[in-house]
């Protein structure tokens, strides 16, 4: 499978239990809210992706967690809890996934991350 969380990253949520789906404290697993991508794009791989659930409860045939307005709520559960509990500090590959994704993110936060697709819409920051 492609883009893998690293487990550097999946740490950050150790001592959650929550799932982002129901509020019940039975997480068991950490899913992709905006699936794996591809091979050739590391965005996916971005801890902003992460939503923790109860994979047989809350995540399989769970149709609803396609919905826009689903995506952007479990996004926002997981940009908070990074930012207010983990004081967690963005790497390159969120702010991609956060330009990638930024008809969700308009609608999640703040200044910070208009901010974010600003600094990230210049040519410069993808020269090699």
Not at 21 to 41: E, I, L, P, Q, T
Request: hydrophobic residues 30%; glycine residues 4%; charged residues 30%.
């Amino acid at each position: 499978m492609t883009n893998d969380f690293l487990q550097k990253d999946r740490e950050l949520f150790e001592d959650n239990y929550t799932c982002w789906w129901c509020g019940v404290s039975h997480a068991n697993c950490g899913h992709h809210c905006m699936g794996r991508g591809s091979k050739n794009d590391d965005a996916e791989s971005s801890i902003l992706n992460y939503i923790p659930l109860n994979n047989f409860d809350c995540h399989i045939n769970n149709g609803k967690l396609s919905w826009k307005q689903v995506k952007i709520q479990l996004l926002k559960k997981t940009w908070e809890y990074l930012k207010y509990k983990k004081q967690y500090q963005l790497k390159e590959k969120d702010k991609k996934f956060i330009l990638k994704n930024k008809k969700y993110y308009v609608n999640i936060c703040s200044n910070e991350v208009t901010k974010i697709l600003e600094e990230l819409k210049k040519p410069e920051k993808f020269k090699n």
